[in-house]
């Protein structure tokens, strides 16, 4: 019958249930898994150490699910996780070739490319599908030096969560991405008083639009598009 759990019991806050000597053989074990990670990683290819795939996140996570018991239980053994890996990286190198030669099979593992803004308009259905918001967006283009939407020919998200831009050759008028409270810096932006700019998607109309954007059907306010510093 175990012992009842004590909160003063520092012995076994600190040491646990385990032997002193436990802690050595915890840093061999360390130290043996330390190795097969860096075997594993380097068979798995580059990209292991750089932006993963969805197939490469998950076979990092297995990796870590099975290396790590047996570096804090005693009674677990060695062999079962180098299986484990050598099964992982085999799964793993067999994803990548099987993506290599199947454009399909590539995109229903990894996901396909979204266009998010195209001709410095947003595709609020193509945010929604991929659970992004719209301040997200304003966010990865300010990041990029970018704030006026019509400067953007494209933006791609892609299967491994990066964002891709294209710029126009030309800046075009379009939405205002500086934050509203940001006025000494929205008033260097200038006004295009013929054109207006939905407040959401940033699709251009004519001086006097209707009432609903007819891009995204949102009420929100028009505003002026705005091209350039004055």
Request: glycine letters at 8%.
């Amino acid at each position: 019958m175990s012992s009842p759990i004590e909160l003063g019991d520092w012995t076994r806050i600190l040491r646990g249930k385990s032997s002193w000597w436990f802690v050595p053989e915890a840093l061999l074990r360390l130290t043996l898994l330390y190795v097969l990670l860096i075997v594993a990683l380097r068979l798995m290819g580059r990209r292991m150490s750089s932006g993963l795939s969805r197939n490469e996140l998950l076979a990092l996570v297995s990796l870590a699910a099975a290396i790590g018991p047996a570096i804090q239980t005693p009674e677990q053994g060695l062999l079962p996780p180098l299986i484990i890996a050598v099964w992982v990286v085999a799964f793993q190198r067999s994803m990548t070739l099987a993506t290599f030669h199947s454009h399909r099979f590539e995109n229903l593992s990894d996901g396909t490319v979204s266009t998010l803004v195209s001709d410095g308009r947003m595709d609020l259905r193509e945010l929604r599908r991929c659970a992004l918001p719209v301040e997200r967006v304003h966010a990865q283009l300010r990041g990029e030096g970018i704030i006026n939407l019509g400067q953007v020919a494209r933006l791609f998200f892609e299967p491994g969560g990066a964002f891709s831009v294209v710029r126009r050759e030309q800046e075009q008028p379009g939405l205002s991405l500086v934050p509203e409270w940001d006025e000494p810096l929205k008033k260097t932006q200038r006004a295009t008083p013929a054109m207006n700019v939905c407040g959401v998607c940033g699709a251009l109309d004519a001086e006097h639009p209707p009432r609903v954007c007819p891009a995204c059907s949102s009420p929100e306010p028009w505003r002026p598009a705005v091209c350039g510093r004055q």
